[in-house]
T-cell receptor, first 111, second 114 residues
Framework: KQEVTQIPAALSVPEGENLVLNCSFT??????LQWFRQDPGKGLTSLLL?????REQTSGRLNASLDKSSGRSTLYIAASQPGDSATYLC??????????FGDGTTLTVKP | DGGITQSPKYLFRKEGQNVTLSCEQN?????MYWYRQDPGQGLRLIYY???????QKGDIAEGYSVSREKKESFPLTVTSAQKNPTAFYLC?????????????FGAGTRLSVL
Protein backbone atom coordinates (compact mmCIF):
# COMPACT_ATOMS: atom_id res chain seq x y z
CA LYS A 1 0.00 0.00 0.00
CA GLN A 2 1.36 3.39 -1.02
CA GLU A 3 2.14 5.79 1.80
CA VAL A 4 3.00 9.44 1.28
CA THR A 5 4.75 11.49 3.94
CA GLN A 6 5.35 15.22 3.97
CA ILE A 7 7.89 16.76 6.30
CA PRO A 8 7.78 19.17 8.00
CA ALA A 9 4.09 19.43 8.90
CA ALA A 10 4.48 23.17 9.37
CA LEU A 11 7.09 25.72 8.35
CA SER A 12 7.46 29.42 9.12
CA VAL A 13 9.94 31.59 7.23
CA PRO A 14 10.63 35.30 6.77
CA GLU A 15 9.68 36.92 3.50
CA GLY A 16 12.28 36.59 0.76
CA GLU A 17 13.71 33.30 1.92
CA ASN A 18 14.10 30.33 -0.42
CA LEU A 19 12.58 27.13 0.94
CA VAL A 20 12.13 23.44 0.22
CA LEU A 21 9.13 21.24 0.99
CA ASN A 22 9.60 17.49 1.05
CA CYS A 23 7.41 14.60 -0.08
CA SER A 24 8.38 10.93 0.22
CA PHE A 25 6.53 7.84 -0.97
CA THR A 26 7.00 4.16 -0.25
CA UNK A 27 6.15 2.56 -3.62
CA UNK A 28 8.27 3.82 -6.50
CA UNK A 29 5.87 2.37 -9.11
CA UNK A 30 4.20 5.71 -9.75
CA UNK A 31 2.95 7.26 -12.96
CA UNK A 32 3.36 10.87 -11.90
CA LEU A 33 3.38 13.17 -8.89
CA GLN A 34 1.40 16.33 -8.40
CA TRP A 35 1.87 19.29 -6.06
CA PHE A 36 -1.18 21.23 -4.91
CA ARG A 37 -1.80 24.40 -2.95
CA GLN A 38 -4.72 24.65 -0.50
CA ASP A 39 -5.80 27.91 1.11
CA PRO A 40 -7.72 27.64 4.43
CA GLY A 41 -11.22 26.28 3.92
CA LYS A 42 -10.77 26.07 0.16
CA GLY A 43 -10.26 23.43 -2.49
CA LEU A 44 -6.96 22.38 -4.05
CA THR A 45 -5.21 24.18 -6.87
CA SER A 46 -2.76 22.23 -9.00
CA LEU A 47 0.74 23.77 -9.05
CA LEU A 48 2.94 21.29 -10.88
CA LEU A 49 2.54 17.83 -12.38
CA UNK A 50 5.76 15.87 -12.87
CA UNK A 51 5.79 12.64 -14.85
CA UNK A 52 7.74 9.62 -13.59
CA UNK A 53 10.16 9.97 -16.50
CA UNK A 54 10.93 13.60 -15.65
CA ARG A 55 13.43 14.92 -13.13
CA GLU A 56 11.91 18.34 -12.60
CA GLN A 57 9.25 20.85 -13.59
CA THR A 58 9.28 24.61 -13.20
CA SER A 59 6.56 27.22 -13.04
CA GLY A 60 7.58 30.75 -12.13
CA ARG A 61 9.18 30.73 -8.67
CA LEU A 62 8.28 27.06 -8.16
CA ASN A 63 10.45 24.11 -9.05
CA ALA A 64 9.49 20.49 -8.36
CA SER A 65 11.97 17.65 -8.56
CA LEU A 66 11.37 13.93 -8.59
CA ASP A 67 13.69 11.06 -7.71
CA LYS A 68 11.50 8.03 -8.31
CA SER A 69 14.07 5.45 -7.31
CA SER A 70 14.52 6.95 -3.85
CA GLY A 71 10.83 7.78 -3.47
CA ARG A 72 11.30 11.52 -3.02
CA SER A 73 10.06 14.77 -4.43
CA THR A 74 10.82 18.32 -3.40
CA LEU A 75 9.02 21.58 -4.06
CA TYR A 76 11.38 24.55 -4.11
CA ILE A 77 9.90 28.02 -3.64
CA ALA A 78 12.20 30.91 -4.47
CA ALA A 79 12.00 34.35 -2.89
CA SER A 80 8.97 33.50 -0.76
CA GLN A 81 6.16 36.03 -0.32
CA PRO A 82 3.37 36.35 2.27
CA GLY A 83 0.94 35.35 -0.48
CA ASP A 84 2.64 31.95 -0.63
CA SER A 85 1.24 31.14 2.83
CA ALA A 86 -0.94 28.06 2.40
CA THR A 87 -0.89 24.30 2.83
CA TYR A 88 1.01 22.42 0.15
CA LEU A 89 0.04 18.82 -0.60
CA CYS A 90 1.68 16.26 -2.81
CA UNK A 91 -0.17 13.38 -4.44
CA UNK A 92 1.32 10.36 -6.17
CA UNK A 93 -0.67 8.74 -8.97
CA UNK A 94 -0.55 5.19 -10.30
CA UNK A 95 -1.09 4.31 -13.94
CA UNK A 96 -4.60 3.15 -12.93
CA UNK A 97 -5.40 6.73 -11.97
CA UNK A 98 -5.40 6.18 -8.18
CA UNK A 99 -4.13 9.13 -6.15
CA UNK A 100 -2.56 8.93 -2.69
CA PHE A 101 -2.18 12.24 -0.89
CA GLY A 102 0.24 13.34 1.79
CA ASP A 103 -0.98 15.22 4.87
CA GLY A 104 0.50 18.48 3.64
CA THR A 105 2.95 21.11 4.87
CA THR A 106 1.46 24.34 6.19
CA LEU A 107 3.67 27.25 5.16
CA THR A 108 3.61 30.66 6.79
CA VAL A 109 5.67 33.46 5.20
CA LYS A 110 6.07 36.39 7.58
CA PRO A 111 6.34 39.94 6.19
CA ASP B 1 -16.67 30.43 -16.17
CA GLY B 2 -15.79 26.77 -16.30
CA GLY B 3 -15.34 24.96 -13.04
CA ILE B 4 -16.68 22.80 -10.27
CA THR B 5 -19.37 24.04 -7.91
CA GLN B 6 -19.98 22.46 -4.55
CA SER B 7 -22.94 23.33 -2.37
CA PRO B 8 -23.67 24.09 0.32
CA LYS B 9 -20.46 25.54 1.71
CA TYR B 10 -21.47 24.56 5.25
CA LEU B 11 -23.84 21.77 6.27
CA PHE B 12 -25.06 20.50 9.60
CA ARG B 13 -26.36 17.02 10.21
CA LYS B 14 -28.52 15.77 13.04
CA GLU B 15 -28.16 12.29 14.49
CA GLY B 16 -29.76 9.66 12.28
CA GLN B 17 -30.16 12.04 9.35
CA ASN B 18 -29.01 11.54 5.78
CA VAL B 19 -27.60 14.62 4.05
CA THR B 20 -26.64 15.18 0.42
CA LEU B 21 -23.72 17.24 -0.84
CA SER B 22 -23.95 18.64 -4.34
CA CYS B 23 -21.18 18.69 -6.95
CA GLU B 24 -21.71 20.14 -10.42
CA GLN B 25 -19.13 20.65 -13.16
CA ASN B 26 -19.32 22.37 -16.54
CA UNK B 27 -15.90 21.26 -17.75
CA UNK B 28 -17.31 18.37 -19.80
CA UNK B 29 -15.20 15.97 -17.73
CA UNK B 30 -16.05 12.27 -17.71
CA UNK B 31 -14.45 11.35 -14.37
CA MET B 32 -15.56 12.73 -11.02
CA TYR B 33 -14.34 12.04 -7.49
CA TRP B 34 -15.33 12.59 -3.87
CA TYR B 35 -12.67 12.98 -1.19
CA ARG B 36 -12.82 13.44 2.55
CA GLN B 37 -10.27 15.61 4.37
CA ASP B 38 -9.85 15.58 8.15
CA PRO B 39 -7.95 18.36 9.95
CA GLY B 40 -4.23 18.29 9.28
CA GLN B 41 -4.54 15.34 6.95
CA GLY B 42 -4.49 14.62 3.28
CA LEU B 43 -7.40 13.53 1.10
CA ARG B 44 -8.96 10.09 1.18
CA LEU B 45 -11.03 8.80 -1.72
CA ILE B 46 -14.68 7.98 -0.98
CA TYR B 47 -16.14 7.22 -4.42
CA TYR B 48 -15.30 7.90 -8.04
CA UNK B 49 -17.14 7.72 -11.33
CA UNK B 50 -15.60 7.35 -14.76
CA UNK B 51 -18.80 7.65 -16.76
CA UNK B 52 -22.52 8.27 -16.37
CA UNK B 53 -24.42 5.53 -14.51
CA UNK B 54 -21.21 3.96 -13.24
CA UNK B 55 -19.29 4.52 -10.01
CA GLN B 56 -16.77 2.67 -7.87
CA LYS B 57 -15.94 2.59 -4.17
CA GLY B 58 -12.78 4.29 -3.00
CA ASP B 59 -10.84 3.62 0.17
CA ILE B 60 -13.47 4.80 2.69
CA ALA B 61 -16.88 4.23 1.05
CA GLU B 62 -18.69 2.85 4.10
CA GLY B 63 -21.54 5.10 5.22
CA TYR B 64 -21.64 7.02 1.94
CA SER B 65 -23.57 6.66 -1.32
CA VAL B 66 -23.40 8.38 -4.70
CA SER B 67 -25.24 8.56 -8.01
CA ARG B 68 -24.19 9.65 -11.49
CA GLU B 69 -27.33 10.20 -13.53
CA LYS B 70 -25.88 13.12 -15.48
CA LYS B 71 -22.36 13.83 -16.69
CA GLU B 72 -22.35 17.20 -14.93
CA SER B 73 -23.51 16.02 -11.51
CA PHE B 74 -22.11 13.66 -8.87
CA PRO B 75 -23.98 14.09 -5.55
CA LEU B 76 -22.71 12.46 -2.37
CA THR B 77 -25.07 11.29 0.37
CA VAL B 78 -23.71 10.93 3.87
CA THR B 79 -25.94 8.36 5.49
CA SER B 80 -26.76 7.78 9.15
CA ALA B 81 -24.44 4.76 8.97
CA GLN B 82 -21.45 7.12 8.80
CA LYS B 83 -20.76 7.55 12.51
CA ASN B 84 -18.06 10.20 12.20
CA PRO B 85 -19.12 12.45 9.33
CA THR B 86 -17.55 15.70 10.53
CA ALA B 87 -14.98 16.61 7.86
CA PHE B 88 -14.27 18.74 4.83
CA TYR B 89 -15.57 17.14 1.62
CA LEU B 90 -13.97 17.88 -1.73
CA CYS B 91 -15.25 17.03 -5.19
CA UNK B 92 -12.89 16.81 -8.16
CA UNK B 93 -13.07 16.02 -11.85
CA UNK B 94 -10.77 15.11 -14.74
CA UNK B 95 -11.19 14.45 -18.45
CA UNK B 96 -10.98 10.75 -17.69
CA UNK B 97 -9.20 8.48 -15.24
CA UNK B 98 -5.93 8.74 -17.17
CA UNK B 99 -3.38 9.86 -14.57
CA UNK B 100 -1.88 12.33 -17.07
CA UNK B 101 -4.89 14.54 -16.47
CA UNK B 102 -4.83 17.18 -13.79
CA UNK B 103 -7.59 17.00 -11.21
CA UNK B 104 -9.71 20.13 -10.79
CA PHE B 105 -11.25 20.68 -7.37
CA GLY B 106 -14.32 22.42 -6.04
CA ALA B 107 -14.19 24.77 -3.04
CA GLY B 108 -15.44 22.10 -0.65
CA THR B 109 -18.30 21.52 1.80
CA ARG B 110 -17.69 21.50 5.53
CA LEU B 111 -20.01 19.06 7.29
CA SER B 112 -20.59 19.17 11.02
CA VAL B 113 -22.78 17.14 13.37
CA LEU B 114 -25.26 18.95 15.60
Amino acid sequence: KQEVTQIPAALSVPEGENLVLNCSFTDSAIYNLQWFRQDPGKGLTSLLLIQSSQREQTSGRLNASLDKSSGRSTLYIAASQPGDSATYLCAVNTNAGKSTFGDGTTLTVKP
Amino acid sequence: DGGITQSPKYLFRKEGQNVTLSCEQNLNHDAMYWYRQDPGQGLRLIYYSQIVNDFQKGDIAEGYSVSREKKESFPLTVTSAQKNPTAFYLCASTWDRNPKNIQYFGAGTRLSVL
